[in-house]
């Protein structure tokens, strides 16, 4: 198995980046956006980690680490903000009528 | 001393005004009577005082000057409040104060039971006191202050009973009319200020005389006639005055015929080199008055409101009087003022003392058969007719009115022509209305009696009327010239008379027209209903000058200025604001909160960015 | 002289403590007695400050001045001239007739309400007075904000939408003028090396003539919008429709002059040469501005719209007078203002009690007055006469002058203001036709069944003085005259008590 260059890892971030953004636009759930950002987070992780392996440098790696974390910490409060909205009673997870939220 | 006296015959009335306005209503009616007529009694004594100090003892300047305080001084520019008495003054002032206080004598019995009479006898001294500071103001925006303060004093009285719409409508007219006149006169002061850098009336006649011959004087001149014009009720801007018969009978005898009327004679009288100065100008001074004269007159022929009659012939008797400027008889001017102040005043007390007898009814037709009822109110209408009339030897107007004709004699035969068609249409519409309202059979009954505050006035009056014109006469009769003897200092020797058989024709036409109007209007064969084909009501309507402003001007700047009443650059403003609210509504329904479109939104905008940003 | 800011501190902390004496109060007239106080102590000062200050000494009356922003060049720098006191005085004169008749029977909140007319009170004594064109700005803008406030609390109907447009054409126009002074200070900074924001100092900034034209045309349009010129007069008419009255009474009377004494101050003297080169322009907007306000009076129903666009036509003599070039309009447009500021605050004051008593402005729905309201139609009445340009009025004067000025440069100019005097007879006589005279209206006796209160005492006392005031101004304006002329800005005082 050999090494694959940048270049195909870069058309497999923008692939990835491209399905977590239709998944944003099309899907209506709220879980199913959180998890498309998810992808195009790690899509951009990956274009990173590329162009460090590329470079030789070691800033792709620590910036891998930062939108893991960031990825993380961006799920809890989404997740939070939908386990509040469910608390509110609110019963659904359909992302259209979030602006008839009000007060 | 006599000096002093200047300011204090105009301060009686205006004093008065005060005290009267101030009141506002809250003294009984005898006390309002008592100061109006009595703060003009005084003034009229103060000035019959100063008259007689003058005229013992002339100065040698023959002008008593009194400065008051200097009104506005400013680089190029200076002014003064700034009274004088020459003869000419010294006659407007007696005219004014003497008549006027008959006339507030008179009104003290006519108004005695109106519940506004504070207001009546406030706005009628107020009056006098303009009329004062036209008359004496050796400077023309002094004069100026005492020329709009009469307008808005007419103004006042013509709307006195405002609570019909018809006079305040009259009112408002009468004033806009004579504004306009007034704003050319302005133009004429800012003419004269420009180039003289004063308004002193004797300064600027010095200038003017000595200065060389320019476009300045035919302007200010030609300026100077709009604003006398208006005032007094000449063509073109004659239409106000008949509608201004809506006021109180005492207010058309004091402002509309005997002195503010007058005001424009005075103005060209005053300055008189200056229009001498300009050829022109005279000529168009007596065409104003010829023209005016005889439409006049026809137009008095056909009316039927008593007062409207007056008021035609009120604006006729001013036309000789301009005339008479025009042809540069201007003793004869002044002497045709002050008897026509004398016949018109009593004239109209008489008709006011009809019309208070007979119900407030105007119309002549109404009337007939009186003479019997009221035999003093109808003496004194006689002898104010007889005088307007012009019979000869017996009355006031048959000197003036010959003076006049002799002047314009001189001037142009053909002047002379048509004021003596004015004289015979004078003795036919004035004997017309006696003839109808005083003879024939009796249409109203009259009711209540003439009380002694108004029939005192009449009968001075009457007398003045007949014998006021002794005071000066054709050499033919009688070599009396106190007039044109005391004015001489200002208007020079009068000129010659003429040929004799000028006198004869003078004398002959007014008994003509009374003959006429017998044999038309005598009380068997009578006609009862005015002349209705299209001449005489287009004469009765003043000849159709009403309408004509009225669609050339008045409605068209009325309708335009409705159509632009939301004012059309608001609605310019307006619509730029609507653009920007419409342009903010499409632009903010991209903020539509849904997560989805704004990321959308977010990836296209991305998209752009990127791809602007590997163009090049 | 340490009077000069106290003349603006007064009214400022005069408003706070009327706020504060009413404070969760409901229906307290404390606060009245505050601001009446606080006027009282103006007029008391102002008459200090004239009867101390340098007469004799040159055209600059009083001086104070002290750092501000060192840094910037920007000084609290006072000067008042003839000018400013003459201006100074028809604003304490007016704070009268505004508060003790208009504001005394204010609904809600009246410490607010007094604490934004006194902060606006503040900010036009700061406008006359300031020499330091940034404090001058700040002022400007003080000015506007508490009025902008008033309109939207205590107007009429449609109040929000004449606020935002009163708002937008006064701010928006300040800051074109705002604009003009940072290009003014950065030109003569590149010019000389020195930053500062002093009148007297940029007054001699050589300029190009384009652009010498081009900043006076800033401060132009600002003070034009103010005045009002044709065709920036269109947020007047709202506003003092939509005004309180006493809100009427202070823009009518003073806040409209800042835009003539700006004229006057920052573009007639600051860029004469660029203001001779206009001057032709200007004369045809003044002319203009008079014939369109007065043709538009004439079509009015609103009462109030009809007096405002009276305004705008009484305000374009002012604009020919200043811009006749010659002293004798300048004084001219001088005391037409302050007999506009009378005559027309008064009548303010008449068309805001009418609307009191009768809840409408439409004339249409008046007439016949008289019989109900003697006392106010006769006052009306005066008014109305004054107005129209009654010689013995002050406003004759002030017509006279800039007329004479005008025909000195231009005599068609000057005969069409002219016509503009007959334009103002007609309106006004058909205003006061409409409302006071003529029959009585036939739905009068059911929209007030309680005949409405004619003017008692109080309101008596103050209009009769404006009377007294209005005549006065009329057959002696000589004082007036004399102080009027403005101190030209190459004369530099020697300010005292300059700090190194």
């Known amino acids: 198995m050999s090494t694959p260059s940048p270049t195909e890892a870069l058309l497999l971030a923008s692939i990835l980046f491209a399905t977590g953004l239709l998944g944003v636009l099309a899907r209506r759930n709220l879980l199913l956006m959180l998890m498309s950002i998810e992808i195009m987070l790690n899509a951009a992780a990956l274009a990173f980690i590329a162009a460090g392996a590329r470079w030789h440098a070691a800033q792709g790696q620590v910036m891998f680490l930062m939108i893991l974390s960031l990825a993380a910490a961006e799920a809890a409060v989404g997740l939070a903000i939908i386990l509040r909205l469910h608390a509110a009673g609110r019963p659904t997870l359909d992302a259209d009528t979030g602006n008839r939220l009000k007060g | 001393m006599d000096a002093l006296l200047l300011p204090l015959i105009v301060f009686c009335p205006l004093l008065a005004a005060g005290i009267l306005f101030v009141s506002a209503g809250r003294m009984p009616a005898r006390a309002s009577c008592m100061i109006g007529a009595g703060s003009v009694g005084l003034s009229a004594l103060l000035a019959g005082r100063l008259a007689a100090s003058f005229l013992a003892a002339p100065l040698p300047a023959g002008t008593l000057h009194m400065a008051l305080w200097s009104w506005m001084r400013v680089e190029g520019f200076s002014t003064r409040i700034a009274f004088a008495l020459d003869p000419l003054s010294l006659v407007m002032m007696l005219v004014v104060t003497g008549v006027g206080f008959l006339i507030l004598l008179y009104a003290c019995g006519y108004m005695h039971d109106d519940p506004d009479i504070a207001r009546f006898f406030g706005c009628m001294t107020l009056f006098v006191a303009a009329m004062l500071v036209l008359v004496f103001s050796s400077d023309l925006l002094s004069l100026y202050i005492g020329w709009e303060g009469v307008g808005i004093c007419s103004y006042l009285l013509i709307g006195f009973w405002h609570t019909d719409t018809a006079n305040v409508v009259a009112a408002r007219k009468a004033f806009i009319v004579t504004r306009i006149g007034d704003a050319a006169m302005l133009c004429g002061l800012l003419l004269l200020a420009t180039q003289a850098s004063t308004l002193d009336i004797a300064a600027l006649l010095h200038i003017v005389a000595t200065g060389p011959a320019q476009l300045l004087p035919a302007t200010a001149a030609f300026l100077l006639l709009g604003g006398a014009a208006a005032k007094s009720a000449q063509v073109p801007l004659q239409t106000w005055l008949p509608d201004a018969m809506a006021g109180p009978t005492p207010v058309s005898a004091l402002i509309h015929a005997a002195t503010m009327v007058t005001a424009g004679v005075y103005l060209i009288a005053r300055l008189h080199p200056l229009f001498m100065a300009v050829p022109v100008a005279m000529k168009a001074v007596a065409l104003v008055g010829l023209i005016t004269l005889l439409l006049a007159a026809g137009s008095a022929l056909v009316q039927t409101d008593i007062k409207r009659i007056l008021a035609y012939s009120t604006m006729s008797q001013i036309g000789y009087m301009f005339l008479a400027l025009g042809s540069g008889a201007w003793q004869a001017a002044i002497f045709h003022l002050v008897t026509h102040a004398f016949f018109k005043a009593l004239l109209f007390m008489a008709a006011g003392a009809v019309i208070l007898r007979v119900h407030h009814r105007q119309d002549i037709y109404q009337m007939g058969g009186l003479a019997p009822a009221m035999p003093v109110v109808f003496s004194a209408f006689l002898a104010g007719a007889a005088a307007l009339a012009g ?123 009374v003959g006429v109007a017998w044999l038309l209007w005598r009380p068997r064969t009578q006609a009862r209903t005015a002349p209705e084909d299209a001449i005489a009501r287009l004469a009765r309507t003043g000849w159709g000058f009403d309408t004509l402003y009225d669609t050339l001007l008045v409605r068209p700047f009325i309708t335009l200025g409705r159509l632009n009443q939301s004012d059309l650059c608001d609605r310019l403003s307006d619509a730029t604001a609507a653009t920007t609210r419409a342009g903010s509504r499409m632009l903010s329904r991209m903020q539509s909160g849904q997560v989805r479109r704004y990321a959308g939104w977010i990836a296209a905008g991305t998209v752009v960015a990127l791809c602007l940003g590997i163009r090049p | 002289m340490i009077a000069l800011p106290a003349l603006i501190l007064l009214p400022a902390t005069g408003g706070l403590t009327a706020w504060l004496s009413d404070r969760g109060r409901q229906a307290s007239s404390l606060s009245w007695w505050v601001a009446i106080t606080t006027i009282l102590l103006q007029a008391l000062l102002l008459l200090f400050i004239t009867c101390t200050a340098e007469w004799g000494h040159g055209p600059w009356l009083a001086h104070f001045s002290t750092p501000w922003i060192p840094a910037l060049g920007i000084a609290a720098r006072m000067d008042m001239d003839g000018l400013s006191l003459v201006m100074l005085w028809l604003t304490t004169l007016l704070s009268f007739p505004c508060v003790i008749l208009s504001a005394r029977d204010v609904g809600e909140q009246p410490g607010l309400f007094h604490l934004l007319l006194l902060a606006t009170i503040a900010g036009i004594n700061g406008v006359f007075l300031a020499t330091d064109l940034f404090l001058f700005f700040f002022f400007w803008e003080l000015m506007l904000v508490p009025m902008y406030v008033l309109i939207l609390q205590w107007g009429h109907e449609d109040r929000r939408r004449a606020a935002i447009k009163f708002f937008l054409f006064t701010q928006g126009s300040g800051l074109l003028m705002l604009v003009a002074i940072l290009g003014l200070v950065i030109l003569h900074q590149h010019a000389t090396g020195i930053v500062t924001f002093d009148y007297f100092v940029l007054a001699d900034t050589p300029l190009m003539p384009t652009t010498a034209m081009v900043l006076m045309l800033g401060f132009f349009v600002a003070f034009a919008v103010k005045l009002p010129v044709v065709p920036l007069h269109v947020w007047l008419p709202d506003t003092h429709t939509q005004a309180p009255t006493a809100g009427s009474v202070l823009l009518a009377g003073i806040l409209l002059k800042t835009g003539g004494y700006g004229l006057i101050r920052f573009v ?46 009484h305000l374009g003599f002012v604009l020919l007078g200043i811009f006749s070039g010659s002293p004798m309009g300048m004084r001219g447009a001088v005391v037409q203002m302050v007999a506009h500021g009378l005559s027309t605050g008064a009548l303010f004051v008449i068309a805001g009690s009418l609307q009191d ?144």
């Open chain 2, 391 to 513: 019979l000869p030897l017996l009355t006031a107007g048959f000197y003036s009115k010959e003076m006049i004709l002799q002047g314009a004699w001189h001037a142009n035969p053909l002047l002379w022509a048509g004021a003596l068609l004015g004289a015979f249409a004078t003795a036919i519409y004035i004997f017309r209305c006696v003839f109808i309202v005083f003879l024939g059979t009796r249409h109203t009954e009259p009711t209540g009696r003439t009380g002694a505050t108004m029939a005192i006035p009449l009968a001075c009056l009457a007398i003045l009327a007949l014998a006021g014109g002794w005071m000066e006469m054709p050499d033919t009769i009688a070599p009396v010239h106190l007039l044109s003897h005391l004015l001489s200092p200002l208007f020079g020797t009068a000129t010659a008379e003429g040929p004799s058989w000028l006198l004869w024709a003078g004398s002959l036409v007014p008994l003509a027209g």
């Open chain 3, 268 to 313: 007639a003297l600051l860029f004469p040469e660029a203001a001779a080169r206009f001057a032709p322009v200007a004369l045809a907007l003044g002319v203009a501005g008079i014939l369109y306000g007065a043709w538009l009076s004439l079509a009015q129903d609103d009462m109030k719209r009809l007096i405002a666009y009276s305004s705008v036509s």
């Open chain 3, 357 to 500: 008593r009768l809840h409408t402005r439409d004339m249409r729905r008046m007439g016949g007055l008289w019989q109900a309201l003697p006392h106010l139609s006769s006052v009306g009445l005066f008014f109305a006469i004054a107005s129209l340009g009654l010689p013995g009025m002050g406003n004759f004067v002030g017509e006279f002058l800039t007329l004479l000025a005008t025909w000195r440069v231009s005599p068609p100019m000057a005969i069409l203001g002219t016509a503009g005097l007959v334009l103002s007879a007609v309106y006004s006589l058909t205003m006061v036709g409409r409302a006071f005279l003529g029959p009585p209206h036939a739905g009068q006796g059911t929209i007030h069944t309680p005949p409405p209160a004619d003017f008692g005492p109080r309101q008596m006392t103050v209009l009769s003085l404006t009377m007294a005031l209005l005549l006065l101004l009329g057959t002696y304006p000589q004082p007036v005259l004399d102080l009027s002329l403005p101190a030209p800005a190459h004369a530099t005082p020697q300010p005292e008590g300059l700090h190194p």
